[in-house]
T-cell receptor, first 112, second 112 residues
Framework: GESVGLHLPTLSVQEGDNSIINCAYSNSASDYFIWYKQESGKGPQFIIDIRSNMDKRQGQRVTVLLNKTVKHLSLQIAATQPGDSAVYFCAENLHNTDKLIFGTGTRLQVFP | ETGVTQTPRHLVMGMTNKKSLKCEQHLGHNAMYWYKQSAKKPLELMFVYNFKEQTENNSVPSRFSPECPNSSHLFLHLHTLQPEDSALYLC???????????FGQGTRLTVV
């Protein structure tokens, strides 16, 4: 993707460690949130979502945490693998709109 | 394969040319989106269509003209573009507006 040219925040982790990627969202009226993964040359791929009536949701090896008080979202990846290396975006849906707004992204690098 | 297909994958056009980007989704979704991904802004929402009606226009210049003839097809007509319009243009679809969106692989546009 085009994020290669950006000065993105980068998280470097060793294979097997847990990763935590953070996102601050902007609009308190947002009530639905999604994490996407984008690998080089591909479009963003859905990982996990959460609605504002929840604080936590778990998937396979991933957990999303939502703190509405401080408008903060995090993605936890357990036992990070080299295939997890990508740029990760959070996205928010503004209540009662069709808008899906993306954050700036974080690059995850996994070292053997 | 995400079920969202974009053509062409690459496009080089002059500033006086007219071209169109095409997106087709095979997921039975009702909403379709155009995003621009560049080195300056990671994923910038351009337009949203829901049930063939445009519901969001994110202050996009008129040299970009979207068309949605039915819920499965979305076009982006381009004319008199500028070099700064060079970017990856991503199409996405979702069941309803603002929900989990599935992305195509994008059209990499270069304006010369």
């Amino acid at each position: 993707g085009e994020s290669v040219g950006l000065h993105l925040p980068t998280l470097s982790v060793q294979e097997g460690d847990n990763s935590i990627i953070n996102c601050a969202y902007s609009n308190s009226a947002s009530d639905y949130f999604i994490w996407y993964k984008q690998e080089s040359g591909k479009g963003p791929q859905f990982i996990i979502d959460i609605r504002s009536n929840m604080d936590k949701r778990q998937g396979q090896r991933v957990t999303v945490l939502l703190n509405k008080t401080v408008k903060h979202l995090s993605l936890q990846i357990a036992a990070t693998q080299p295939g997890d290396s990508a740029v990760y975006f959070c996205a928010e849906n503004l209540h009662n709109t069709d808008k899906l707004i993306f954050g700036t992204g974080t690059r995850l690098q996994v070292f053997p | 394969e995400t079920g969202v297909t974009q053509t062409p994958r690459h496009l080089v056009m002059g500033m006086t040319n007219k071209k169109s980007l095409k997106c087709e989704q095979h997921l039975g979704h009702n909403a379709m989106y155009w995003y621009k991904q560049s080195a300056k802004k990671p994923l910038e929402l351009m337009f949203v269509y829901n049930f063939k009606e445009q519901t969001e226009n994110n202050s996009v210049p008129s040299r970009f003209s979207p068309e949605c003839p039915n819920s499965s097809h979305l076009f982006l007509h381009l004319h008199t573009l500028q070099p700064e319009d060079s970017a990856l243009y991503l199409c996405a679809s979702s069941q309803d507006g603002g929900t989990e969106a599935f992305f195509g692989q994008g059209t990499r546009l270069t304006v010369v």
